[in-house]
């Protein structure tokens, strides 16, 4: 077969990659001090890329850093301050303790170059002008990113390529690397994000997502863990939660507007209860479960609640549920609770 194998979720995929690079290793690696089992040129494709969340026990997926990661890059920033808050551990690819460098994806494709608009709005614009342009290419990698020797963050994503066919927006992603158990389902949930959000400024619907990485690997520190997910797929029929569609008003607007909520709910400046998120911020209800999320974690952080507002937790969409639970004992607290 020459085309990418298709996958019903990211889920399958995962596991299937998980199984490729620990059962047939091609290679052994150590790069930068990490050792790794490797595989090289692999890919898959998701016709639906909204069944973009792994619901497995064992890999304790996180929404709330999901999402943030996804508005993080839809609002094109690099600062460690949001991202770091959600994800702690992203402070050692920072340079300078302030901003991220390559991975900051976002802040590549979404803010305007020196010689005029974003990457992301020429590919937008050239779309519409051209749907069947195969030119629709979003680079991110740069080699100037090497010259460095000690750059602590070199973009793993070479580029997304966007395609309109037959009125569906099609992506393709090219990794340089990727870390299958760590850096994967992150990057699988944020780029689909991306995906949806372009589709819905172009007025197209939902193509497929194809995933194609030089380098897929698994760390050895993670063998174990890997092992543990492996077992659990192998031993359980999976559960699955539809992801709904994005909102066909979504704009850089809403972006805009849930960013002001992070840095709100992050700064412990305003706390929100299910009434005020429903009533006040005149907000998709798609997008409300990401307030919903924020609010959350916002408990999480800054109150240090044994248990968080069950109301909260119990107005997410059930799949986002049944990840809170898993990841954080005071989800699951509530949840024992209030008998979800
Ligand atoms: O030495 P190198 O720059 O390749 O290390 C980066 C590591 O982070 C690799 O294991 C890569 O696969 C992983 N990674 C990922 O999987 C990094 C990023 C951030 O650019 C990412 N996905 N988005």
């Known amino acids: 077969m020459l085309t990418a194998p298709t996958y019903a979720s990211v889920q399958e995929a995962y596991v299937a990659l998980l199984q490729l690079a620990t ?24 016709p639906d890329p909204r ?25 094109g920033r690099s600062d460690l301050q949001m991202i770091g808050y959600y994800a702690p551990s992203m402070s050692t690819s920072s340079a300078d303790g302030v901003h ?35 030119r629709g290419y979003l680079p991110v990698f740069s080699v100037d990113e090497l010259a460095d020797r000690h750059n602590p963050d070199v973009a793993c994503l070479a580029g997304l390529h966007l395609l309109s066919r037959q009125g569906r927006l099609h ?38 997502y194809t995933h194609t990485i030089g380098s897929a690997h698994v760390n050895d520190c993670n063998a174990d863990r890997v092992r543990r997910v492996l077992d659990e797929a192998a031993d359980r029929p999976s559960t699955t939660f539809a992801f709904p569609a994005m909102p066909a008003d979504t704009t850089a ?23 005020h998120i429903r ?12 307030v919903i999320l924020f609010e959350l974690y916002r408990q999480l952080q800054h109150d240090r609640s044994e248990a968080v507002d069950p109301a909260l937790l119990n107005a997410l969409n059930a799949g986002l549920r049944w990840l809170m639970v898993r990841k954080w004992p005071a989800c699951a607290a509530a949840a024992a609770g209030g008998a979800l």
């Not at 009533?279 to 990401?290: A, E, G, N």
């Open 23 to 46: 059962k047939e290793p091609q290679h052994q690696i150590d790069a930068r001090g990490n050792s790794a089992s490797e595989v090289i040129g692999v890919s898959f494709r998701l």
């Open 100 to 134: 991220l460098g390559g991975s900051a994806y976002g802040h590549t494709l979404f803010n305007p170059g020196d010689t005029g608009p974003s990457r992301y709005d020429q590919v937008v614009e050239l779309l519409q002008r051209e749907p069947d342009s195969k």
């Open 51 to 75: 069944q973009r969340l792994p619901y497995l026990a064992a890999r304790k997926a996180n929404p709330v850093f999901q999402f943030a990661e996804t508005l993080w890059y839809l609002a």
């Open 171 to 208: 992506m393709i992603c090219n990794m340089r690397a990727n870390d299958l158990d760590c850096g994967l389902l992150s990057d699988v949930f944020s780029f689909t994000m991306i995906q949806e959000y372009a589709a819905i400024q172009l007025g197209l619907r939902l193509g497929s």
């Open 279 to 290: 009533k006040r911020l005149s907000l998709h209800p798609y997008w409300q479960q990401v």
């Open 253 to 275: 607007a809403t972006i805009e507007c849930l960013m002001g909520h992070e840095e709100r709910l992050r700064n412990n400046e305003q706390r929100y209860s299910l009434l």
